[in-house]
């Protein structure tokens, strides 16, 4: 995944290391 999409995923569920 793109830094972009990896930030965007993370801002949405609120989990920062939830999510490569």
């Known amino acids: 995944m793109t830094a ?6 993370s801002s949405s569920k609120m ?3 939830s999510t490569p």
């Open 4 to 9: 972009a999409s990896s930030a965007k995923c």
């Open 15 to 17: 989990t920062p290391t």
